[in-house]
Each structure stands twice: as structure tokens, then as C-alpha cells.
């Protein structure tokens, strides 16, 4: 979309404008792109770039808190010190979220920087990590409480309670949260969308729309980038023809915005100067001088080295599609950063196999919070799931209904924990213990969408409900995580039997303790199917880019890590070759856009020696409803 291009042009920009504020640029995103487009360089002094590494900055948060953690724990749980350590040390699903935000609370009580320049993650978690403010306000009550009954005691035996440092922390997050919240609504803040226009990105936009407004944070400008020129080029006519009808259906549907509407460039846009150049573009569209603003502003979040124009890559290097799955594949995964076509291969692949293999019961299922697959089919699927075909079953998760569901089936037996914990003072206990659990079942985790999702990929397996499911997973810094997802399950597994054991004499809970051992097993036989290479397959997605490749580096680097097949990679969306006597065999930008994505080309090539290397080219025609996508399966696949 552009959302890091505009990030990182935005920062230069205002810091080339006003040498004497203090201006930050940072990322939320965990798959940090700021310095792949900065081509590692920052020349200002008044800069300041930073990547959150969300679990350095977990650790510095439990190393500083640690013993205030341990003192609220030990005063209103069960657990002791060495159960508060090692619950400490296990993996926070969701983390990136959590520690963005805290972060952010910490910046603003600082006041360290003039200007705050934030490149959000893809839609979906951007739209928890807004969230956030409200969720660490929850995950407080629930401290208070473990603390209110401290107190309460306190004051019944000793007659008094003095405040200690517990009630400081308390305070502190209390009040920036409410800072950060205070923050993103009031004048000092803008969110700036980033889209291109096409069908996919306007409804997401849109919806993302309607959030920001329950939210209360103000939005100016929208950036629609990668806009084609018009010119005398075939190929770019069709495009700009497109692009024309979703610009003006955007300008209807959006009334009251400015819109930034940028060309799309030659080459990537990357480094200093490009980017200054991008800045000032936008700038100059936007007529507003950000560089005299005061406040901060919170903006969403192209290498442009020399190439050969003479030089081509082999066509017999590439394949123009790539060969159908085995036939015992379980589990098909499509991942990428965003933006790249994820989801209309994913569809279009499962159109396919539903053609050719009428005998098996397939599952198009969406892991993203920000679904797509209504958007991309042309119909309304639903969390609940929709039979497509016969053989062939769409579903969007609602991870919060999911949690929900989850939450409603154990919260007697867990109720039931919390009274017989109660000794002495039972009938004070158990209020204040039963008061912590409803607080407890209330906040759902920040990580729910990658919980719930392997929750629900396990029960679909456990049941043998489907014979493939085919994952239109999130952006790649989140499909990690969803990939990590079951070994860290298997962690906090772990955690909990030892607890079972430790406190076996104290309490029983053979219900929850069944169903963590039925989870357990299922979770390893999940991590078997995943490293099964006859069984499962994931294809990374991606396009012929400086930062898609740098991107997608990271993410084979994480799938060999994890031990997950690969034998395909699909590069998306490149632009097509002249032909001769073609209008665009003259078009300028046609021909330099060619030369520098066959210069990217032959660096994926490099990258992937070992893996069959599938080039689609970017279509003329829409590529939306099931028609549409039916034929991009067959050209994808070969197959008449």
C-alpha cells in the first residue's frame, strides 16, 4: 500500500523543515520495514528512528516492574514467587500490541519528542493496538482488584493501609493510558489511511474508517497511492480506467476527506531523496504545513539504484504457474506482507481445487482480523462460514465471538477453583476471588486472533471436518506469530500442568485439566501436520519490490526456522513485458518499471534457489467475484 513509504517520507520531511524539533519516527509494525526504506541511513541529527522490538522491550518492562508484578500477584493469587517468574518468562501471545502501546505511554509522559511519527501495523492489528488504551485500563482493574482485597485485609487487621509502590504502578498506567487515549482524539493527532485504489483496499478503508471514527481519532487525508498516469500506453489506459472508477467511487463514498492522490513511480521509492520527493508531492496536496504544527501527529504507516535496461532474465528461469498440490495435501497456507495479493490467490486456489478434486470437502479460511474474502469473492461470508459449493466452505472468524464461546464453557468450573482456594475468611475470599475471575473472563488477549484461529484450525482437525483448509493467513509479522502459536501453546501448557501438580492437594479441576491434555495432544499433531511435507505446503507471496524482498527474506528465514515445507514462491502483480508492436513497447514508464522489477526479479531468483519461482503478471481486468477468480486459478495453475 505505501503506508511505510508515506511514514518514513513524512519523518524526513519534517525533519528537513524544522532542524530544531525534536521529530520520531517508529514502527508498531513486527515486520519493521523503516530502515529498508530509509536504504539504512538517517543523515539527521534531529531524527531519531526507532523499530519497537516488542519482546526487548517485554523484558525490559518485567525486569523494571518485576518485583511490583511478583508483590500484586502474591498478595491477590495463589501463585507464588517462582510461579510469578516463570509466568513472566513465557511468551505473550500479542505482545507487539501491548508493548507498542506502552511504549507510546511512556513517550508521551516523557514528552521526549516534539513530533511522533508512527508506522502502524496492516489494518487489522492496528485497529487492537487502538484498542489498547482501554484493554491496559482493564488489565489494571484486575490488578486493583488482586490489591482491593489487600487492602481490604489490611484495614480489617492492622487498621490501616499504607500505599506502596504497587499503588504508584497502578497509577502510572492508569493514567498513561488515558494520556495515549486523550492523545489519539484531540487536535494534536491525525491518522493518516493508506490505500491504492482497487476494490480489496477500499472496502478495508472503509471499514477502517468507521473505526477510527468510534474511536474519536481524526482523520484528514487519505494517501491513494500507485495511482497509473494517463498517457497513450494500452496497459496503462486500462489500468488508469480502473483505478478512475474506484478513485471516483471513493471520493463519493468519502465525502469530507482530502484526497493525496500519488502516481505511481517508476522505481521504488527509497532512500533520502526519493523520499523527499515523495514528501514534498504529498506535502504540497495535502496544503497543510505540518512543519509549523505543534503537537504530534500520528501518521500511518521505493531502492532506486542503477539498472541495466538491456539486461532480461531467462523466461526459463521462471515458471508461469505453478503445479498443483499432492494429492494428500491437509493444509495449504499463503502468506506475505500486505498488499500483495494474498488473498485473491488463496481464493483463487481454492476454486481450483474444489474443481479438481469434487471428492474432498475444502475450507477457505481467513486468519486475518481485517478479512477480505467477502470483498475478494463478491459475497457476504460471515463468521459463521458459507457453503460456496458443494465441497467447497468460506469462513471470516470472529476471534471475539470465538473467545466468547470459549470463555462461557469454562468460567464455572474456573469459578469453582477460585472457592475452594478459599480457607480462611472464605466468605471474604471468595467475593474478592470471584470478583478477579469475572474480571479475568472480561479482557480478552491481545493475541486472540492467533489463539482462537489455532484453536479452531485444532477442532476442525480433531473432527476430520474438512480435507484441505487452505489459510489466507495475516501480514507477515502477525502469520509469524500464528506460526509460533503452537509451540508457544505448548509452553504455557506446560505452565499450567505443573501448577495442577504443584497445587494438586489444594485444588482439582478434571474438566479444564482434560481438556488442556486433549489440547496438548491435538496441538502436537498440529505441529506435525505443519512440518509434514506430503501434508502441508506454505507459499509466500510477494512482489518485485526493494522492501517486499527484504520483507519476504525475513519470512522464509522464520518458515525454515520453524521447520514448515516450501517449494513455491508466487511473485504477484509484475508488470508485463513489452510486446512487440505494443503501445506500451513505448512507454516510458512501462519500460523503466520492467527493467528495474527484472533487476528484482533476479535477486528473488538468488534468494530462492532451491524453490520453483511462479511469476504472475499484474491482470488487466478486475479481479473480483468467483468468474474472475476461477480464471485466475486456471492460468495460475495451467490448466484449460
Known amino acids: 500500500m505505501g503506508k511505510t513509504t508515506s511514514a518514513t517520507a513524512t519523518a524526513l520531511y519534517l525533519a528537513d523543515k524544522n532542524p530544531h524539533k525534536r521529530i520520531l519516527l517508529t514502527s508498531i509494525d513486527p515486520a519493521h520495514s523503516l530502515m529498508d526504506s530509509l536504504k539504512g541511513t538517517n543523515d539527521y541529527k534531529n531524527l531519531t528512528v526507532w523499530e519497537i522490538d516488542a519482546r526487548a522491550s517485554f523484558q525490559k518492562f518485567t525486569e523494571r516492574y518485576i518485583d511490583t508484578l511478583k508483590k500484586i500477584l502474591d498478595r491477590g493469587s495463589f501463585l507464588d514467587e517462582a510461579d510469578v517468574c516463570e509466568l513472566l518468562s513465557i511468551s505473550l501471545p500479542g505482545i507487539d500490541e501491548v508493548m507498542g502501546m506502552i511504549e507510546l505511554v511512556e513517550l508521551a509522559e516523557s514528552n521526549a519528542y516534539d513530533v511522533i511519527v508512527l508506522d502502524t501495523a496492516p489494518t487489522g492489528h492496528t485497529i487492537k493496538f487502538l ?34 509502590d504497587t499503588d504508584a504502578f497502578l497509577e502510572t498506567f492508569t493514567r498513561g493510558a488515558e494520556k495515549v487515549e486523550g492523545m489519539l482524539q484531540d487536535g494534536s493527532c491525525e491518522f493518516v489511511p493508506v490505500m491504492v485504489p482497487e ?4 472496502n478495508e478503508t472503509r471499514r477502517f474508517l468507521s473505526v477510527l471514527e468510534k474511536h474519536k481519532i481524526p482523520v484528514k487525508n487519505i494517501v491513494v497511492n500507485r495511482v497509473y498516469p494517463v498517457n497513450s500506453c494500452d496497459f496503462c489506459s486500462k489500468q488508469y480506467a480502473i483505478q478512475k472508477e474506484y478513485i471516483a467511487g471513493m471520493k463519493r463514498r468519502f465525502a469530507g476527506y482530502t484526497f493525496l492522490t500519488m502516481s505511481l513511480c517508476e522505481e521504488e521509492v527509497c532512500g533520502k531523496e526519493p523520499l ?59 502468506g506475505g506482507k500486505g498488499g500483495v495479493g494474498k488473498t485473491t490467490i488463496a481464493s483463487a486456489t481454492a476454486l481450483l481445487l474444489s ?17 477480505s474474502l467477502s470483498d475478494c469473492l463478491d459475497i457476504v461470508v460471515g463468521d459463521d462460514g458459507l457453503a460456496l459449493r458443494k465441497n467447497l466452505f468460506i469462513q471470516e472468524m470472529d476471534a471475539k465471538k470465538e473467545y466468547h464461546k470459549l ?54 482437525l480433531d473432527k476430520g471436518s474438512f480435507d484441505i483448509l487452505i489459510l489466507d493467513t495475516a501480514p507477515t509479522g502477525h502469520l509469524i506469530r500464528f506460526l509460533e502459536m503452537p509451540e508457544l501453546a505448548l509452553g504455557w501448557l506446560k505452565f499450567f500442568f505443573n501448577l ?9 479441576m478434571p474438566k479444564l485439566t482434560a481438556y488442556l491434555i486433549n489440547l496438548s495432544k491435538n496441538i502436537k499433531r498440529l505441529l506435525a501436520l505443519l512440518r509434514d511435507g506430503e501434508r502441508s505446503l506454505f507459499i509466500p507471496i510477494t512482489i518485485p519490490t526493494g522492501m517486499a524482498f527484504e520483507e519476504t527474506r525475513d519470512l522464509v528465514k522464520a518458515i525454515r526456522r520453524l521447520k514448515i515445507p516450501m517449494n513455491h514462491i508466487i511473485i504477484n502483480m509484475v508488470q508485463p513485458a513489452p510486446q512487440e508492436n505494443a503501445a506500451h513497447d513505448t512507454c516510458p514508464l512501462c519500460i523503466k518499471r520492467v527493467a528495474y522489477e527484472e533487476k528484482m526479479l533476479q535477486a528473488f531468483q538468488d534468494l530462492f534457489q532451491t524453490e520453483s519461482v511462479c511469476v504472475v503478471p499484474k491482470q488487466e481486468n478486475k479481479v473480483v467475484g468467483i468468474e474472475a477468480l476461477r480464471l485466475l486459478g486456471k492460468e495460475l495453475f495451467g490448466v484449460n
Open 276 to 334: 523527499l520527493k515523495f514528501a514534498r508531492e504529498m506535502m504540497e496536496t495535502i496544503h497543510h504545513d505540518y512543519g509549523t504544527a505543534n503537537g504530534k501527529i500520528v501518521s500511518p504507516s521505493r531502492n532506486t539504484g542503477d539498472f541495466d535496461e538491456g539486461k532480461c532474465i531467462p523466461k526459463k528461469e521462471f515458471t508461469d504457474h505453478f503445479s498443483l498440490p499432492k494429492h494428500t495435501l491437509e493444509f495449504l497456507l499463503f
Open 131 to 164: 484498542e489498547m488504551p482501554r484493554l491496559i485500563q482493564q488489565w489494571v482493574h484486575t490488578l486493583d482488584l488482586m490489591m482491593e482485597k489487600h487492602r481490604y485485609l489490611s484495614k480489617l487487621y492492622l487498621r490501616r493501609y499504607q500505599p506502596d
Open 355 to 371: 474443481e479438481r478434486y469434487p471428492e474432498k470437502r475444502i475450507l477457505l479460511f481467513s486468519t486475518d482480523p481485517a478479512h
Open 407 to 460: 470463555k462461557q464453557i469454562y468460567v464455572k468450573e474456573v469459578r469453582g477453583l477460585m472457592s475452594a482456594l478459599a480457607k480462611k475468611d472464605a466468605a471474604v475470599q471468595v467475593v474478592f476471588e470471584n470478583e478477579i475471575m469475572e474480571s479475568l473472563m472480561d479482557i480478552a488477549p491481545p493475541g486472540i486472533d492467533e489463539i482462537m484461529a489455532l484453536t479452531r484450525i485444532i477442532d476442525y
Open 500 to 508: 495442577f501438580l504443584k497445587y494438586k492437594n489444594t485444588f482439582r
Open 199 to 202: 476494490a480489496l483496499s477500499v
